[in-house]
């Protein structure tokens, strides 16, 4: 037992606490939106989701067992407390998923480990096989740094840099809180290679191929794989850079699984490309924070902004829910980016980024929601939520 006041331990992009009753509430926060936004189905099926604790594919699995009564296996890589030290808040998240679960009857299992290794392959397959028989879905949402290959040995780390030019522009120093000029050298043909080892579609491959060896994907499966594209300002260093490299090769493997999936089980493997979020993976790209405090202010001022939780709810209700065939633009890509990248928005950002400076940021870009949004990805700064309570922070997986 630990039971302690905890507050927020932030220096930059990173967090090294979280808050266990912030984390539940932002995961009860999260079931209400879905079901208050479609008429919750009991389907029954099955789901595995691999990278499930926290952004994208926490909101799926958070969307497919409220919106769709789904049994769910997640995949995650999290720190479990230790002592006065807090888990890390996917940990958190996903206690709370367990106990949501539980009440409603749903089947729910965890599997805390490295999604890129072969043990943590073969426990899921075991798992699938023992608890669930097949799955009917698999949501790819792995954001990782590193990548130890599992048949090489080798450990791949991933760079968020440009290719074949150094990328210079504005982003936020989010310790100093300023506007200040990026220089980022280009990369390497090392450090392409390695990020598309750790981000591109390789592993997704192994996955698929030890899923269909052991039987556990049912005929017609669907498989989701996210991605991300952005406006033209941040091409230089996504689209155009090591991430969007990886990308494209996650796309090229996805069409290939995609082939595989048709003629063996009659299933289809689709990529879907999200809106820019704040989550623990984008605030570690340069550029991203300053992009999305701009770009929020501009789609809240419309009333189009989109959470994770809001995405993948309208992935589900308009394209890979029950009954729902999904739209794919010409490059057979499912697209939920479709309002961030809307022209007017597109300009608007633009227009923005080349005004912005440390003295105007308040009033060009919601730096402050940014924040907040952050802190709220750790469970802090949630409403309702006391902080000034004891909590006990040493929780237990089921
Ligand atoms: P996130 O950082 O919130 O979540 C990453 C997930 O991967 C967590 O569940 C984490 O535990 C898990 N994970 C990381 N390394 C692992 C490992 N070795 N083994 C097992 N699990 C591991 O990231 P986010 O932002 O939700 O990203 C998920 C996907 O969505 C990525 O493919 C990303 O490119 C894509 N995406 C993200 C956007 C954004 O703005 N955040 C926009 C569009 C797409």
């Not at 367990?98 to 480990?113: D, M, T, V």
Request: glycine fraction near 8%; charge should be negative.
């Amino acid at each position: 037992m630990a039971k302690q006041v905890v507050q927020p331990k932030i220096r930059g992009f990173i967090c090294t606490n979280a808050h266990p009753t912030g984390c539940a509430q932002n995961v009860r926060n999260q079931i209400d939106y879905v079901q208050q936004t479609i008429v919750p189905q009991k389907t029954g099926l099955n789901v595995l989701i691999i990278g499930a604790s926290t952004g994208y594919g926490l909101a799926s699995r958070i969307a497919l067992a409220a919106g769709y009564g789904m049994n769910t296996v997640g995949v995650f890589f999290e720190k479990p407390p230790d002592n006065w030290r807090t888990a890390t808040a996917g940990y958190y998240n996903t206690v709370a998923f367990h106990q949501y679960a539980e009440r409603e009857g749903l089947k729910a299992f965890s599997i805390n480990g490295d999604a890129f290794s072969e043990e943590i392959k073969s426990q899921t397959i075991d798992l699938i096989q023992k608890e669930l028989g097949q799955v009917d879905l698999v949501i790819y949402s792995l954001a990782a740094p590193r990548r130890i290959h599992p048949h090489t040995g080798v450990d791949h780390r991933a760079v968020l840099k440009p290719i074949g030019c150094p990328y210079v522009d504005k982003t936020i120093d989010l310790v100093e809180e300023q506007i200040v000029e990026v220089v980022i050298d280009p990369a390497i043909e090392q450090e392409i290679t390695d990020t598309v080892a750790v981000m591109g579609g390789e592993d997704l491959t192994f996955w698929v191929d030890q899923l269909l060896e052991n039987r556990c994907l049912k005929t017609g499966i669907q498989l989701v794989a996210y991605s991300y594209i952005g406006p033209e300002i941040t091409y230089p260093v996504y689209t155009h850079g090591t991430i969007g490299r990886a990308k494209e090769d996650l796309k090229q493997k996805v069409d290939q699984v995609d082939q595989k999936l048709w003629q063996q089980i009659g299933g289809h493997a689709y990529v879907a490309v999200n809106k820019a979020v704040i989550t623990q993976a984008s605030a570690a790209i340069p550029v991203i924070p300053l992009y999305i405090s701009i770009l929020y202010k501009i789609m809240d001022a419309k009333g189009i902004n989109e959470n994770p939780i809001a995405q993948i709810t309208r992935l589900l209700s308009d394209h890979i829910g029950l009954g729902q065939q999904p739209t794919l633009d010409d490059q057979r890509l499912i697209r939920l980016d479709d309002r961030e990248l809307r022209l007017e928005i597109s300009q608007e950002v633009e227009r923005i980024w080349l005004e912005i400076t440390t003295d105007n940021l308040p009033c060009l870009a919601d730096y402050n929601r940014y924040k907040r949004g952050f802190r709220n990805l750790f469970g802090f700064e949630i409403d309702g939520v006391d902080y000034g309570q004891l909590v006990e922070t040493e929780l237990l997986l089921p």
